[in-house]
């Protein structure tokens, strides 16, 4: 070994702890010239060289006492993000903290994670910010080669044939058979005949018999252009290229003198035979298969697709039929041909069409552009929707039921294009940018909502949609405080055993929600304190002096009282309230994001790696793309509001359950079903502290956010919007918010815990489904 390489390792471990102290209140700096002294070895699965496992982001890799060179930090083309978070069960820090806070920051730990690029790191701090939404979902485009083989197989190919791996005969592939080969054969097998029966039409009748006897079990086979496998089959040698390793070039001066030199072999190659120009156009027969054959056969493909992507996990049968409808069938029939391919085939080979598998169920992570395929999906959802709801005004086709139905369900989709479009400005602008925009277009859903519930109940004089939605706006709270964080702790306890979290940042959320249920029930409170307690339905027992009424229905009404009590006392609490809470969540944002940075403590790391690395990342959605997702995205949301709220009368009659169940879980919590599949994936992968501030984040701006806006709507379009709850919202939400904050208090969690949380949801969900509706419905 020369002495120009060993003089540039690190002498001892003495050398890495002094370091290690003279940076302890820095991020994690890599040297640009020790990579060039260094060059990486590794694969593309970097390890990163940090504290101690912290607690919200899973396994990180820990430098041991000696002072070998492999654990220090290895340069990698990637963006950093450091994040200091509570670090139990590590050693206490030395010395004074920098933030004066003894108790709570000798304790912390730097931790850096690795984002592929800045955008996806600006998202990644995004996400630890408060009053920021939390998005999974990346909004850089990753470059196939870095991905996992198992994502890498979801875009393979149908045209490469590569090693068979496992069995032909599975499940999935039985599953076909039953659900599309036997009529796609079926369809064939007809066409074929009258093919024959066309005379001209013949060599497409014997394409129709080997296709229909391919599509009955298409895997293991191949249909190859007669002229590609005639070059397949001749014999090349194969070629060699030696490529020696990094350290070859050092050891060429021990390396002996005499070596064997390899002989070139020369091996004669035969030249494949010139490929005619086809006449396949120009041919009498093409257009009689293109008049009788094809239509039929094209109407049978596109049913196939279609069906097969909409049940995602069928994708490679969608694409099988694409690529049949587009390029098989109208090719020349001679210059098709259908081969098995058999196990021992250990190279790589391009053909027309080929596939191994017809299900696979990592389906569920597949994207466009992107947008997961369960979104994708449901879009055209939306547009029938809004087409049957403003075209069908009288139900002459489709029930209001049904069309209740279908405009909940449309929510669902567009909250997933909101949320990424939020999410997409968020990561390419500066803080600022990304505040207003979460500010502006983080509630939008619910508001959306809510303001078209209370137009349609001012306009229909029924007071009706507003206890709705007051039940909507107490069930997004009760679920996103208890079910959603219950549900993370549930499956990510179940995967990880115990999970920690920043119960100083959980604290933070903890008591804005106190401040939140305190504000926006204090106008409950007032109207119990100054209210006349009315009965309603009361009769009279005969022969009973005792007890001379039973009366049903007691309520406190302020109508009753001083006819200016309202407008003296009521309506100036109500805005006095809808001014304070928005301020508490701007000291809330100032505290966390301005002065108490170190609670979240988030940093992007100077380094950025290879510029030409992250060059190859592409931006999904661009700033004004994004922003125009937003508008359109709003625009029908708002629209499907409409046809939900105008559609929910007849359930609001005819149903038999009370109409607090059904505001306070499925008009509550279906726009909420994108945030939940994201909190699911933060538990999944150990980093619960993400997905209980998934929760967190909502319940907080429903308080301090949707309703003082519900409260200014009210104040320039009267549409009779009180802030006096039922009781049963009252207390439910205050035992919620007890409950919660005494599972927050150690900064662990498990599948225990977050089973007490779901217990206690359903609890309240049942107290809900027995209780009667409200008097006004």
Same mark, same amino acid.
């Given at each position: 070994?020369?002495?120009?390489?060993?003089?540039?390792?690190?002498?001892? $471990?003495?050398?890495? *702890?002094?370091?290690?102290?003279?940076?302890?209140?820095?991020?994690?700096?890599?040297?640009?010239?020790?990579? %060039?002294?260094?060059? *990486?070895?590794?694969?593309?699965?970097?390890?990163?060289?940090?504290?101690?496992?912290?607690?919200?982001?899973?396994?990180?890799?820990?430098?041991?006492?000696?002072?070998?060179?492999?654990?220090?930090?290895?340069?990698?083309?990637?963006?950093?993000?450091?994040?200091?978070?509570?670090?139990?069960?590590?050693?206490?820090?030395?010395?004074?903290?920098?933030?004066?806070?003894?108790?709570?920051?000798?304790?912390?730990?730097?931790?850096?994670?690795?984002?592929?690029?800045?955008?996806?790191?600006?998202?990644?701090?995004?996400?630890?910010?408060?009053?920021?939404?939390?998005?999974?979902?990346?909004?850089?485009?990753?470059?196939?080669?870095?991905?996992?083989?198992?994502?890498?197989?979801?875009?393979?190919?149908?045209?490469?044939?590569?090693? !068979?791996?496992?069995?032909?005969?599975?499940?999935?592939?039985?599953?076909?058979?039953?659900?599309?080969?036997?009529?796609?054969?079926?369809?064939?097998?007809?066409?074929?005949?009258?093919?024959?029966?066309?005379?001209?039409?013949?060599?497409?009748?014997?394409?129709?018999?080997?296709?229909?006897?391919?599509?009955?079990?298409?895997?293991?086979?191949?249909?190859?252009?007669?002229?590609?496998?005639?070059?397949?089959?001749? +014999?090349?040698?194969?070629?060699?290229?030696?490529?020696?390793?990094?350290?070859?070039?050092?050891?060429?001066?021990?390396?002996?003198?005499?070596?064997?030199?390899?002989?070139?072999?020369?091996?004669?190659?035969?030249?494949?035979?010139?490929?005619?120009?086809?006449?396949?156009?120009?041919?009498?027969?093409?257009?009689?298969?293109?008049?009788?054959?094809?239509?039929?056969?094209?109407?049978?493909?596109?049913?196939?697709?279609?069906?097969?992507?909409?049940?995602?996990?069928?994708?490679?049968?969608?694409?099988?039929?694409? %690529?049949?409808?587009?390029?098989?069938?109208?090719?020349?029939?001679?210059?098709?041909?259908?081969? *098995?391919?058999?196990?021992?085939?250990?190279?790589?080979?391009?053909? +027309?069409?080929?596939?191994?598998?017809?299900?696979?169920?990592?389906?569920?992570?597949?994207?466009?552009?992107?947008?997961?395929?369960?979104?994708?999906?449901?879009?055209?959802?939306?547009?029938?929707?809004?087409?049957?709801?403003?075209?069908?005004?009288?139900?002459?086709?489709?029930?209001?039921?049904?069309?209740?139905?279908? $405009?909940?369900?449309?929510?669902?989709?567009?909250?997933?294009?909101?949320?990424?479009?939020?999410?997409?400005?968020?990561?390419?602008?500066?803080?600022?940018?990304?505040?207003?925009?979460? $500010?502006?277009?983080?509630?939008?859903?619910?508001?959306?909502?809510?303001?078209?519930?209370?137009?349609?109940?001012?306009?229909?004089?029924?007071?009706?949609?507003?206890?709705?939605?007051?039940?909507?706006?107490?069930?997004?709270?009760?679920?996103?405080?208890?079910?959603?964080?219950?549900?993370?702790?549930?499956?990510?306890?179940?995967?990880?055993?115990? !999970?920690?979290?920043?119960?100083?940042?959980?604290?933070?959320?903890?008591?804005?929600?106190?401040?939140?249920?305190?504000? +926006?029930?204090?106008?409950?409170?007032?109207?119990?304190?100054?209210?006349?307690?009315?009965?309603?339905?009361?009769?009279?027992?005969?022969?009973?002096?005792?007890?001379?009424?039973?009366?049903?229905?007691?309520?406190?009404?302020?109508?009753?009282?001083?006819?200016?009590?309202?407008?003296?006392?009521?309506?100036?609490?109500?805005?006095?309230?809808?001014?304070?809470?928005?301020?508490?969540?701007?000291?809330?944002?100032?505290?966390?994001?301005?002065?108490?940075?170190?609670?979240?403590?988030?940093?992007?790391?100077?380094? !950025?790696?290879?510029?030409?690395?992250?060059?190859?990342?592409?931006?999904?959605?661009?700033?004004?793309?994004?922003?125009? +997702?937003?508008?359109?995205?709003?625009?029908?949301?708002?629209?499907?509001?409409?046809?939900?709220?105008?559609?929910?009368?007849?359930?609001?009659?005819?149903?038999?359950?009370?109409?607090?169940?059904?505001?306070?879980?499925?008009?509550?919590?279906?726009?909420?079903?994108?945030?939940?599949?994201?909190?699911?994936?933060?538990?999944? !992968?150990?980093?619960?502290?993400?997905?209980?501030?998934?929760?967190?984040?909502?319940?907080?701006?429903?308080?301090?956010?949707?309703?003082?806006?519900?409260?200014?709507?009210?104040?320039?379009?009267?549409?009779?919007?009180?802030?006096?709850?039922?009781?049963?919202?009252?207390? $439910?939400?205050?035992?919620?918010?007890?409950?919660?904050?005494?599972?927050?208090?150690?900064?662990?969690?498990?599948?225990?815990?977050?089973?007490?949380?779901?217990?206690?949801?359903?609890?309240?969900?049942?107290?809900?489904?027995?209780?009667?509706?409200?008097?006004?419905?």
């Amino acid at each position: 070994m020369s002495d120009r390489k060993t003089s540039s390792v690190p002498v001892d $471990a003495d050398s890495l *702890r002094r370091r290690s102290a003279a940076q302890d209140s820095s991020e994690i700096y890599v040297d640009p010239e020790q990579h %060039r002294r260094f060059p *990486r070895r590794q694969s593309q699965t970097d390890r990163i060289c940090v504290g101690p496992q912290h607690p919200e982001l899973g396994t990180m890799t820990t430098p041991s006492p000696d002072g070998s060179v492999a654990h220090f930090c290895h340069y990698t083309p990637k963006c950093y993000l450091t994040v200091h978070g509570a670090g139990h069960g590590t050693s206490a820090r030395t010395g004074s903290s920098q933030y004066g806070e003894e108790g709570w920051h000798d304790a912390t730990t730097k931790t850096t994670i690795r984002a592929d690029n800045e955008v996806e790191a600006h998202r990644e701090a995004n996400n630890y910010r408060f009053g920021f939404r939390k998005w999974k979902g990346n909004v850089t485009e990753k470059p196939i080669g870095e991905r996992s083989d198992i994502t890498k197989e979801l875009y393979a190919d149908i045209s490469l044939v590569k090693p !068979q791996e496992g069995l032909v005969v599975s499940f999935g592939n039985i599953v076909y058979v039953f659900l599309f080969g036997w009529w796609i054969s079926l369809i064939y097998f007809l066409v074929c005949p009258i093919m024959f029966l066309t005379i001209l039409g013949a060599p497409y009748g014997k394409l129709c018999w080997k296709l229909a006897l391919y599509f009955i079990w298409p895997f293991a086979k191949s249909i190859e252009k007669a002229s590609d496998a005639v070059r397949s089959s001749i +014999v090349k040698p194969p070629k060699f290229e030696v490529i020696p390793e990094e350290g070859d070039t050092e050891d060429k001066e021990s390396a002996p003198l005499l070596v064997s030199s390899p002989i070139p072999v020369e091996i004669p190659v035969p030249e494949p035979p010139v490929r005619k120009a086809s006449k396949h156009w120009c041919r009498v027969s093409t257009y009689v298969w293109l008049l009788l054959g094809y239509p039929v056969l094209a109407v049978a493909h596109s049913v196939a697709c279609v069906l097969s992507w909409l049940l995602i996990f069928t994708i490679p049968v969608s694409k099988m039929n694409a %690529r049949t409808l587009t390029t098989v069938l109208l090719m020349a029939p001679e210059d098709l041909q259908i081969h *098995r391919q058999e196990k021992t085939n250990i190279c790589e080979i391009r053909v +027309v069409l080929y596939c191994n598998r017809a299900f696979n169920v990592h389906y569920c992570k597949y994207t466009v552009q992107g947008i997961n395929i369960f979104a994708l999906n449901l879009l055209p959802l939306v547009f029938i929707t809004l087409i049957v709801g403003y075209t069908d005004r009288e139900h002459n086709y489709f029930s209001a039921e049904t069309k209740f139905a279908t $405009a909940i369900t449309s929510i669902i989709p567009l909250s997933y294009y909101i949320g990424m479009g939020i999410a997409s400005i968020s990561a390419q602008s500066n803080f600022a940018v990304g505040a207003v925009v979460n $500010a502006t277009f983080g509630s939008i859903t619910e508001m959306t909502f809510y303001i078209t519930a209370l137009l349609q109940g001012y306009h229909a004089n029924n007071k009706c949609y507003e206890e709705i939605v007051k039940a909507a706006l107490t069930g997004t709270i009760l679920g996103c405080i208890l079910f959603i964080p219950g549900i993370c702790m549930i499956i990510g306890g179940i995967k990880h055993r115990e !999970q920690r979290f920043n119960s100083r940042s959980a604290g933070v959320s903890s008591a804005l929600l106190f401040i939140s249920i305190g504000g +926006v029930f204090a106008p409950t409170l007032f109207s119990k304190a100054f209210g006349y307690l009315v009965c309603e339905s009361c009769t009279n027992i005969p022969n009973n002096t005792s007890v001379p009424f039973i009366c049903k229905d007691c309520h406190y009404d302020m109508s009753r009282t001083d006819p200016h009590l309202i407008l003296a006392h009521i309506e100036p609490l109500v805005y006095t309230i809808s001014v304070l809470l928005p301020t508490a969540y701007l000291i809330g944002l100032i505290f966390t994001l301005k002065t108490h940075t170190h609670i979240y403590d988030i940093h992007i790391s100077d380094g !950025q790696g290879d510029p030409a690395h992250v060059g190859h990342h592409v931006v999904l959605w661009s700033r004004w793309r994004a922003l125009t +997702v937003l508008i359109v995205a709003t625009v029908l949301m708002a629209c499907c509001a409409d046809l939900s709220t105008e559609n929910v009368k007849p359930i609001l009659t005819n149903s038999s359950i009370s109409k607090y169940f059904i505001s306070v879980t499925v008009l509550a919590m279906v726009p909420e079903l994108p945030e939940i599949v994201n909190g699911i994936q933060f538990a999944l !992968q150990n980093n619960i502290s993400l997905s209980l501030e998934v929760g967190s984040c909502i319940a907080v701006q429903v308080c301090m956010i949707q309703i003082p806006l519900l409260i200014l709507f009210n104040a320039f379009y009267d549409v009779g919007f009180v802030l006096v709850f039922s009781d049963i919202h009252l207390w $439910a939400s205050i035992f919620s918010v007890i409950v919660v904050n005494y599972i927050f208090m150690d900064g662990k969690c498990d599948y225990f815990q977050g089973t007490a949380l779901v217990v206690v949801y359903l609890i309240l969900l049942a107290l809900y489904f027995f209780a009667p509706s409200p008097r006004s419905c």
